[in-house]
């Protein structure tokens, strides 16, 4: 992650205490690393401070460096550093501030020391106004009206910023004049306690860098049910983490001795590179339809997912299994030069007909030798794999030759060419060898490696977590009460996913209630980039998976015309989409199969793959109603597609049975031994 092991990013607050309950306007801390995200709710500074100091010592401890975005300005205009603490040195503020400032979580001084700063310079009509308190301060105007400010109003980087408040506003909707104030002594002290720099002040060559951010720059509106501070504080955090090194190292390169600056600015487009994230309507489905066909489901997917996973650079040790990001091209061609095929003898051009005999030069060129030189009319030892020497183009079988005497012999004709490859004739330098969003397996590795890549940017992995919902459910190995039966779902989820090559985060099980169930997706949508869920997605009374969807505002019942499979709920939390499958295992798993499996793929950039099927004579009889598709467990035996005798969803022998699917398209069938039906097997869902 560019240099930074952990990325923070924390919305301040001037205010006090917020309460226990996570509010808007209190104080929110975003992490990202490379295990995923988590926001934090902080009630007050004083907890914030600790929060943050337990976060640094725990990372420093690791060895991890870590950067940490403040979202309050960490210097004011030119001129009042010096003329308050009569330094230039931007740091001397942060110590003026941290001398004086005193702050529990009810009450603090802030408005106190802005109205002393006022009566200093500003004949108690400015620099900072706004009066939160209902106590009048000396000095302290309640107004701008007859406001005087001997210092300059804005830094330089608020004028390119829109919308950002100036430092001098002490209180109302948005002011920062109190977060700057009660924000520098914690600099100060985490600078101090951790060796911390704090940007862009000073060089950052410690573990811990400091650095002034405004979310509002680059994150967007916040997804539906989401507070807006917590929204922004996971944005930013995911931005900064995204970023290629190079990318970070320029932003963070900015000349702005005593104002500070606000990271990003002007490169806002870069930070807003890391992937988009989805828009709430997603998965919403035309109005009126009752029974959405299959292949509509799947087009609605596919044109409304996009990839949600962040991009690193890795070595190809590393590379087994990685979604490419970008196009790689070969940096040399191979074969690099022409070079023979087979052990035998060189010699320049070909030969007709009838008996030859060349004389042998001394020289003899074997794999990894540099190309030597062949003395005309004569012919050389060469061996598989060798450069062919200046002076070689054409090769002949060892097999087919005589030496004696100093001589070769053979007979022709002999092709000019022969046995011999061309430079570049497998790929070329600058060929495409892997294009992005193909999955790198072991033959990849070998194109990349012969045309000498060495390092691939590729996506990180997308984090699939596996929710069951059920009061009946508990995990084999437990004590099942009468009623009760052992959560099936969720190892075959897991198992599933991570064929597909992706993450798979165990998220446990969760009752049929919403409290619970809200916890479990509160936690989840920190952790991964997508939940997939199983029971609960219908429109029952403990169909709680859907109903919590609605409630957040995001979400869409698909009622697919498919069978086996009920509604699928998809919706958005917080941001995450969620794929609520049916309980019932065997539609779980087709459902699964059919719909989640290219979903994921664009979810994690790797696009849209569609299973290949094969065309076999089936070994079963059936008559099939019109109007849905139906997928059945199925299996290969001697060419014919047999299936499994019952059709019950809740058949989980069955799908062991099984190894493939037969897919029945949505007309009527009367299908009959040896008719031509759709076999996909298993492996081809991989
Ligand atoms: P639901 O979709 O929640 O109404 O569940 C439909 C059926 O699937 C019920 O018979 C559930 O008991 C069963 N079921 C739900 N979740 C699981 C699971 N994780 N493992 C096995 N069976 C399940
Ligand atoms: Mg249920």
Redesign the pocket.
């Given at each position: 992650m560019t240099g930074f092991d952990v990325i923070v990013v924390v919305d301040w607050s001037g205010g006090n205490d917020r309460g226990p309950k996570p509010k808007a306007d209190a104080i929110w801390v975003g992490v990202q690393d490379k295990d995923g995200q988590t926001q934090t709710y902080q009630r007050n500074r004083l907890v914030a401070e600790v929060f943050l100091d337990a976060l640094i010592a725990d990372h420093r401890r690791k060895g991890h460096r870590v950067l940490i975005g403040f979202d309050f300005p960490f210097g004011y205009p030119q001129g009042f550093g010096q003329a308050l603490t009569g330094s230039e040195d931007p740091l001397a503020v942060l110590g003026w501030f941290e001398d004086r400032i005193e702050d529990t979580a009810k009450a603090n001084n802030r408005f106190d020391i802005a109205g002393e700063i006022n009566r200093t310079f500003g004949q108690g009509r400015g620099p900072f106004w706004a009066n939160g308190l209902d106590r009048d301060i000396d000095g302290l105007p309640r107004r701008k009206t007859d406001y005087v400010n001997p210092f300059p109003d804005r830094r330089a980087c608020e004028d390119r910023a829109k919308g950002t408040f100036t430092c001098w506003q002490m209180a109302g909707a948005g002011a920062v004049g109190s977060q700057v104030m009660m924000g520098l002594p914690v600099l100060a002290r985490l600078r101090r306690k951790h060796g911390a720099r704090v940007w862009p002040f000073e060089v950052l060559d410690t573990d811990v860098a400091l650095v002034e951010v405004w979310p509002s720059l680059t994150a967007g509106p916040a997804p539906n049910g989401m507070i807006k501070d917590q929204w922004q504080v996971k944005e930013v955090a995911r931005q900064i983490a995204g970023l290629p090194a190079a990318d970070l190292s320029q932003m963070l390169d900015v000349d702005a001795p005593v104002e500070g600056w606000i990271f990003g600015l002007g490169f806002e487009d870069r930070l807003k590179s890391a992937p988009p994230a989805l828009s709430n309507d997603c998965f919403a489905l035309p109005q009126g339809v009752h029974w959405t066909p299959v292949d509509e489901a799947l087009d609605m997917l596919k044109t409304r997912l996009s990839p949600v996973t962040g991009t690193e650079t890795v070595g190809l040790n590393d590379a087994l299994g990685r979604i490419c990001a970008a196009d790689v091209v070969a940096l040399r061609a191979n074969p690099p030069l022409p070079n023979t095929a087979v052990d035998g003898y060189g010699f320049a051009g070909g030969k007709g007909p009838g008996a030859h005999a060349l004389p042998l030069a001394e020289v003899r060129a074997a794999a990894g030798d540099a190309p030597s030189d062949l003395p005309d009319g004569h012919a050389m030892r060469v061996l598989t794999g060798a450069a062919l020497p200046t002076g070689v183009d054409t090769v002949i079988l060892q097999e087919d030759v005589t030496v004696a005497g100093g001589k070769v012999r053979f007979n022709g004709p002999v092709k000019a060419g022969a046995n011999t490859r061309k430079a570049g004739e497998d790929v070329t330098k600058d060929m495409q060898v892997c294009a992005a969003g193909s999955r790198i397996g072991p033959a990849e590795l070998a194109l990349m490696a012969a045309t000498g890549v060495a390092r691939v940017n590729v996506r990180t992995g997308l984090r699939v977590g596996v929710l069951?919902?059920?009061d009946?459910?508990v995990n084999a190995g437990e004590e099942a009460a009468a009623g009760q039966?052992?959560?099936?779902?969720?190892p075959m989820l897991l198992g599933l996913v991570d064929g597909f090559g992706h993450d798979a985060v165990d998220l446990g099980?969760s009752p049929?209630n919403r409290a619970a169930l809200r916890a479990k997706l509160d936690a989840a949508a920190g952790r991964v980039d997508v939940i997939l869920t199983?029971?609960?997605?219908?429109a029952?009374d403990?169909?709680h998976v859907s109903a919590l969807l609605r409630d957040a505002g995001a979400m869409a019942l698909w009622r697919i015309a498919i069978k086996p499979g009920?509604p699928l709920a998809l919706g958005l939390w917080q941001g995450v989409p969620v794929f609520g499958?049916?309980?019932?295992?065997v539609?779980?798993m087709v459902c699964t199969l059919v719909f989640a499996r290219p979903a994921f793929g664009l979810l994690a950039g790797a696009g849209w793959a569609t299973p290949q099927g094969f065309d076999v004579p089936a070994a079963f009889e059936k008559r099939k109603k019109a109007g849905r598709r139906e997928y059945l467990r199925a299996r290969i035996r001697e060419g014919r597609a047999e299936v499994f005798a019952s059709e019950g969803?809740?058949r989980?022998s069955g799908l062991s049975w099984a190894e493939g699917l037969v897919e029945l398209p949505e007309p009527a069938s009367d299908i009959r031994h040896g008719d031509t039906v759709r076999y996909i097997p298993f492996g081809s869902f991989q």
């Open positions: 069951s919902t059920g009946e459910l039966i052992f959560d099936a779902n969720r099980c049929d199983s029971g609960g997605a219908s029952g403990e169909d009920r499958l049916p309980g019932n295992p539609a779980a969803s809740g989980i």
